[in-house]
């Protein structure tokens, strides 16, 4: 039997109303901040990531799905949505036609990396891009942003890690001085970590082996290097967030490792998903857009991971979601009158009433358990005496209350339904 590939997975009819609760908090919280919907294809040119998301990055160098198509162009299934954005942010002139864009996507992306909790080949994100502003204030309100939405979800046993990376040119001679120091234990770094020193020399920091941590616990910190232009918006943010009543936490070492990332960076965690314990990542990105081609453009953004936030969810049992049922279940007490039980419901679908009848010639208890299983407010029963006196019974199946109504009288019985 064909199965999903590893790292993939069915989202089965009883999870989906999980995902589209999640999808209507995103789509009433963008909402209230302004954010319009971003719609990009599933695949681009793999020179888009190779150029945006860089060739030294594990993202491109081992986790990309590319392959060359019919006409010998080189695709890849995009890992990630910003570098998309931002090429359609630039193909269509967005900038042109206002001073902001503020952006926002629910879509699938694709790495192929080790699957674990939380974690897949092919894994959903929700996120947000701001393009066009330099000021601190969209560094915070994209923090708040993701922090509301993760909130209205009911999380509790959340964190904000915020960090600057400041501007291209203290960030270049911070690294001078970061090499110097780790230059003496160079030898006892992973081979990973070696790699990155000339490549990606922040990312050393995010390093999760022991002996790594080790050696870069006393390493010194790129924010205690910082111009002031730089911490001067860093603090902006900070007084920003400290008036919207944010908690959040300075993590020095919180970085990324791409040179086009600038000033504010930040995490959500939750200790409520295991050791992947990130929720939701994002930074500002000054650079991006020059790097791919286009006018120089300030931005910032963040991504969350669909999949991880319901974990944390679903360990913290913090979904309310609606009830899930029918509001009609019709039962044929004749099989003869299956095209009068057809007729029914196409009557009260037409009349946005949710409605569910019998496909499998069942008994009329067995009928009635399946109503009861599809947790239906009401069955209405056709056949029987009552059918031959021309009267249709509508039972409340809540407080199995029976009411009595004439064969063509439809409109007090979706009445009494609606009601």
């Known amino acids: 039997m064909i199965k999903a590939i590893t790292g993939t997975k069915d989202i089965l009819p009883i999870d989906i109303p999980k995902w589209k609760y999640l999808e209507s908090i995103v789509e009433s919280t963008m909402k209230t901040f302004n954010y319009k919907e971003i719609r ?5 040119e793999t020179a888009l990531f190779s150029r945006g998301i860089g060739e030294s990055t594990d993202i491109v160098s081992k986790e990309m799905y590319s392959f060359v198509d019919r006409s010998g162009t080189s695709v890849t299934l995009k890992p990630e949505m910003t570098a998309s954005t931002v090429r359609a942010f630039m193909e269509h002139s967005l900038g042109k036609q206002q001073g902001l864009n503020k952006l926002y996507y629910v ?3 694709f790495r192929q990396e080790r699957p674990q909790a939380g974690r897949y ?10 393009l066009g502003s330099h000021e601190p204030l ?4 994209m923090i708040i942003l993701a922090h509301r939405i993760i909130s209205r979800l009911g999380l509790n046993n959340i964190e ?19 090499k110097e120091f780790i230059k003496p234990h160079f030898e006892k770094l992973t081979e990973d970590s070696r790699k990155r020193f000339d490549t990606n020399i922040l990312r050393i920091f995010d390093s999760k082996a022991d002996n790594d941590q080790q050696i870069m616990k006393d390493a010194p910190l790129l924010i205690d290097h910082l111009d002031e232009e730089s911490l001067k918006h860093f603090e902006t943010v900070k007084q920003i967030l400290d008036k919207a009543k944010i908690k959040y ?8 490792g791409l040179d086009y990332y600038t000033h504010t960076t930040f995490e959500i965690l939750s200790s409520s998903v295991g050791a992947q314990s990130a929720l ?17 453009t300030p931005a910032i953004g963040f991504a969350a991971g669909i999949e991880r936030i319901l974990l944390a969810c679903e360990n913290e049992k913090s979904l309310n979601l609606p009830e899930d049922n029918i509001d009609l279940y019709i039962v044929r007490m004749d099989k003869e009158l299956t095209a009068e039980a057809y007729e029914l419901s196409v009557i009260f679908r037409n009349e946005n009433i949710n409605v ?3 496909y499998l010639s069942r008994s009329v208890k067995a009928q009635m358990r399946e109503a009861n299983k599809l947790n239906a407010k009401f069955v209405l029963l056709i056949g029987g005496d009552e059918y031959a006196q021309k009267k249709l019974v509508l039972k409340n199946m809540e407080t199995s209350e029976q009411i009595f109504f004439d064969i063509n009288d439809l409109i007090s019985i979706k009445e009494k339904i609606i009601n």
């Open 107 to 109: 879509s699938p992306m």
């Open 40 to 44: 990009t294809p599933i695949f681009e």
């Open 160 to 178: 904000i890690k915020i960090n600057s990376l400041g501007i291209p040119e203290s960030r270049e001679k911070y690294k001078i001085i970061l």
């Open 280 to 296: 939701c990542g994002g930074g500002r990105y000054n650079l991006l857009a020059e790097q791919l081609g286009g006018n120089p």
């Open 138 to 141: 969209i560094d915070a309100e």
């Open 249 to 256: 936490d300075v993590d020095p070492k919180l970085v990324r």
């Open 121 to 130: 080949r092919q894994f959903h994100q929700f996120g947000a891009e701001a």
């Open 356 to 358: 569910e009848l019998d």
